[in-house]
């Protein structure tokens, strides 16, 4: 535990020397944001096509997936439903959402790294696989239904999935591994050069956009949110590994997926389409917050 400790401090200590970098404004209020664009369009699709290409895909993979995704769905019906009986503004609702069934990719790739070495990088890399197109249409399937938007129609959905750089290197790396195609040695040592940048960088970027003046928003709503990302999401996962009866490790880090704070690019979206910006502004601070209490417990639980 104490090993897995030590393994852990970095990771969020990264986290910090981000918020700290934007207070101080170093190097320059303009640097992260270039600094997160080089993280998301370079250094993380070198990480995951390198991680895909060589992953091991068999039954369970499909398990794992199916788990995190019924786990996603079931959350967000949760949300819906209870927004029925105790409705919010559509604006605050779709923030919800967002802080309630996404995942931030930075944390959840370094932490199963950093946990579980090796094969944990590998299961974290398969779950986003198919994690992130399918948020992708959730989150902007609900923008769609709460709030009318005219910029939403089915092209907007398909742009949206094509032009992530993250989707667009997961099906480059399944490219390569269905068709066993070994990249050459030279490029793959570049892609490791460049996929040891990208949760540094990634982890950095993270901290700087943290908001932390924003705290005061709704309580209700936050509350929502949390109890949805840190107690529905968990659970639902866990029993549904459980009944498609996968192993151990493989339970871990999707219990570990689950309690990820939520997507920094959730800002943007809600930004795009109209959504409540300062809500989803808190829900991303808290999260990344109060996830590190979460994580404590998991280690706790589950290693």
Known sequence: MEHIFSSLIPIFSLIVIGYLFKKISFPSQDFWPM????????????????????????????????????????????????????PTQNSSFTSIVQGGIRFNTYVFLALSGSIFGADGLVIAAIIIT??????????????????????????????????????????????????????????????????????????????????????????????????AKFIVLPVFIYFLAKIFNLDTLVISILVLFAIMPTAPSSFILARQLNGDVPLITSIITLQTIVSSLFLILFLKLFI
């Not at 199916?66 to 959350?75: C, E, G």
């Not at 197109?133 to 009318?148: K, Q, V």
């Open 130 to 227: 198919f994690a992130i197109p399918f948020l992708n249409i959730l989150s902007i399937s609900i923008f769609a239904l709460y709030e009318e938007n005219l910029k939403i129609n089915f092209i907007y959905l398909l742009k949206s999935i094509f032009k992530n750089p993250l989707i667009i290197s997961c099906l480059i790396g399944g490219f390569l591994n269905l068709f066993a195609i070994n990249i050459p040695l030279s490029f793959e040592n570049l892609l490791k050069i460049l996929s040891s940048a990208a949760l540094p960088m990634g982890l950095i970027s993270i901290g700087y956009t943290l908001v932390l003046k924003e705290l005061g928003s709704n309580k209700k709503d936050l509350t929502i949110t949390m109890f």
């Open 35 to 86: 600094a997160d664009k080089l993280t998301y369009y370079i250094l993380m699709p070198a990480l995951l096509i390198l991680t895909l290409s060589k992953a091991k895909f068999d039954i369970s993979s499909i398990n794992l997936v199916l788990s995190s995704l019924l786990a996603i769905s079931l959350t967000l019906i949760f949300l819906i439903v209870f927004n029925k009986l105790s």
